[in-house]
């Protein structure tokens, strides 16, 4: 049974930095492709950042361009997401997601079959 567990979030000053992680089990990190996304109240959750399996580089959407870094540590079974320079506009809930088409980075939602439980990332201003 896969299972993806985030940690690291919480309330942080505007101009701060935070790093989320998420632990998968029940099967090797390289077994996805890997994304994290976020949901602010009465908003879609949207994509964030994606890493794969192809050799390429990491997927950021326009917001965090810069910004954000995602990373993996294949030994922990981990991925991670590195914030910084957060604005209040980044304060939403955070998601880790996996996607069996590993070789590839999608955006949508509905292309990741496994997903963390979520945890609040808040700036304040």
């Known amino acids: 049974q896969v299972q993806l567990v985030e940690s690291g979030g919480g309330l942080v000053q505007a101009g701060g930095s935070l790093r989320l992680s998420c632990a998968v089990s029940?099967?090797?990190?390289?077994?996805?492709?890997m994304g994290w996304f976020r949901q602010a109240p009465g908003k879609e959750r949207a994509f964030v950042a994606g890493?794969?399996?192809?050799?390429?580089?990491?997927s950021y959407a326009d917001s965090v361009k810069g910004r954000f870094t995602i990373s993996t540590d294949n030994a922990k079974n981990t991925v991670y997401l590195q914030m910084n320079s957060l604005t209040p506009e980044d304060t939403a809930v955070y998601y880790c997601?996996?996607?069996?088409?590993?070789?590839?980075?999608?955006?949508?939602?509905?292309?990741?079959?496994?997903w963390g439980q979520g945890t609040q990332v808040t700036v304040s201003s």
């Open positions: 029940g099967r090797t990190l390289s077994s996805f492709a």
């Open positions: 890493f794969n399996w192809s050799g390429g580089t990491p």
């Open positions: 997601a996996a996607d069996q088409a590993k070789y590839f980075t999608s955006r949508p939602r509905s292309s990741y079959e496994y």
